[in-house]
């Protein structure tokens, strides 16, 4: 089973990868990964404003409907978490499309991930922040269940062509398919553990492909970057490779480093269908594929634990960031006393008008190597660079005196 992947986030226009896997991929499925744990607070608040949103609309407009006749011709099935907190009205806007072009497609949808229902229940069990140990917050938003591959590989099995589930593990929507085409039983944890580590690659699209590689400077074409292939066998081994023609590069290192992304202990990833062990993964370059290609093997699996990661939005206050450049002698210097100064008049006017102060805030001059911190290598003359950035952001409970931090950033220009 090929499984061609595209990662939809603000980074990539959503239209360029489908064309290059949908004729360039020979693949069986089509799957889309939308969801970070930011895009549910903003699908969130899409919903608030108008019921019929809160999915991701490019799965739909940019994504889909140039190409759902194509789609639908080569027989390519499509997984995608594009529905957010609404896969429902992700589904019904999908089949206005389908209806449009005049094709019939069998579209299904995985719920059972929104738990507010239970949030007053929540509420009394006594739970805390894991890091801060703060209290089960008043304003909760949304609260949704990573749901596991199950449900994606039975829709598939009751014939869907297309599946929007809502907010589920990355890795599922790759390992659904690979349980519906290979049969694999809940019990053959290598399996999935395997299949799992297949969606954990591709599951940020084109970082598997140099995208984000720290070699950077050793991968060709970022216009054209390819993005992800992985041909799966029976028994768990996969290759994984980009569309010819394309950009990017395949090799060890760009995989090893997608491999330990966010990982956590290699030895105990935990996901709803299986406890993974990928610290024996053997990832070998093959010879002879335009762009690379590398096989990867050795993934272990256990029996998942009996709990369920939960993904939770609540309003917190408000937010703003200021950018500013800033050039000349002392650029840096010059910086830090500018972000200072909007800070301590933004401060007085709020003790005017009896207004808390901020939250938190946040000063950093991009080009002092302030994200280095001890670590940060100083000019040799001690004037350091003749130009720098302040990057100044500030969170405040009132919407009202961020707007007055907003208004202070432009008079800085002149009078600071």
């Not at 699908?43 to 404003?49: F, G, I, Q, S, V």
């Not at 990661?309 to 006393?337: H, S």
């Not at 000063?363 to 994200?371: A, C, H, Y």
Request: proline share 6%; charged share 20%; aromatic share 8%.
């Amino acid at each position: 089973a090929g499984c061609g992947y595209r990662a939809a986030n603000g980074g990539f226009s959503p239209a360029p990868p489908v064309p290059q896997l949908l004729y360039g991929g020979k693949l069986d499925f089509l799957v889309f990964d939308y969801l970070s744990e930011i895009t549910m607070s903003l699908l969130t608040a899409a919903k608030a404003r108008s019921p019929v949103l809160g999915y991701t609309p490019d799965f739909v407009s940019a994504a889909m409907a140039p190409y759902i006749k194509d789609i639908h011709r080569k027989g390519v099935r499509v997984i995608s978490n594009a529905g957010g907190i609404n896969p429902l009205a992700c589904a019904a806007a999908l089949q206005e499309v389908a209806k449009k072009a005049d094709v019939d497609l069998k579209i299904a949808v995985v719920a059972g991930d929104d738990l507010m229902s239970e949030k007053e229940n929540l509420k009394g069990t006594g739970i805390t922040d894991l890091e801060s140990g703060r209290q089960f917050p008043k304003s909760i938003h949304s609260m949704n269940v990573y749901l596991g591959a199950r449900p994606i590989s039975r829709a598939l099995d009751l014939g869907a062509d297309i599946v929007v589930t809502g907010r589920c593990v990355d890795s599922g929507i790759v390992l659904g398919p690979l349980i519906h085409s290979f049969g694999w039983n809940r019990d053959e944890f290598d399996l999935l553990a395997a299949g799992s580590l297949a969606g954990h690659l591709i599951e940020c699209g084109a970082q598997c492909t140099g995208g984000i590689f720290t070699d950077w400077h050793a991968v060709p074409d970022w216009h054209n970057i390819g993005f992800p292939i992985v041909e799966c066998s029976s028994e768990g081994d996969f290759i994984l490779s980009k569309p010819p023609d394309t950009g990017g590069l395949i090799s060890f290192g760009t995989v090893a480093e997608q491999l330990v992304y966010e990982l956590g202990n290699p030895r105990q990833y935990l996901l709803p269908d299986v406890t993974c062990d990928f610290s024996e993964v053997s990832i070998t370059e093959i010879p002879g594929f335009d762009g690379g290609a590398v096989k990867v093997h050795g993934a272990k699996g256990s029996p998942p634990s009996t709990f369920y990661k939960v993904n939770a939005t609540y309003l917190d206050g408000f937010r703003a960031t200021a950018v500013c450049p800033v050039g000349g002698p002392k650029a840096v210097e010059k910086g830090k006393r500018t972000a200072e100064s909007i800070l301590q008049r933004t401060r007085l006017i709020f003790s005017q008008l009896g207004y808390e102060d901020y939250s938190a805030v946040n000063i950093q001059v991009l080009g002092s190597e302030d994200t280095y911190g001890p670590h940060a290598r100083r000019s040799i003359d001690g004037q350091g660079p003749r130009e720098a950035v302040i990057w100044l952001a500030v969170h405040h409970k009132q919407k009202e005196a961020v707007e007055i931090f907003s208004r202070e950033i432009a008079p800085a220009g002149t009078g600071m």
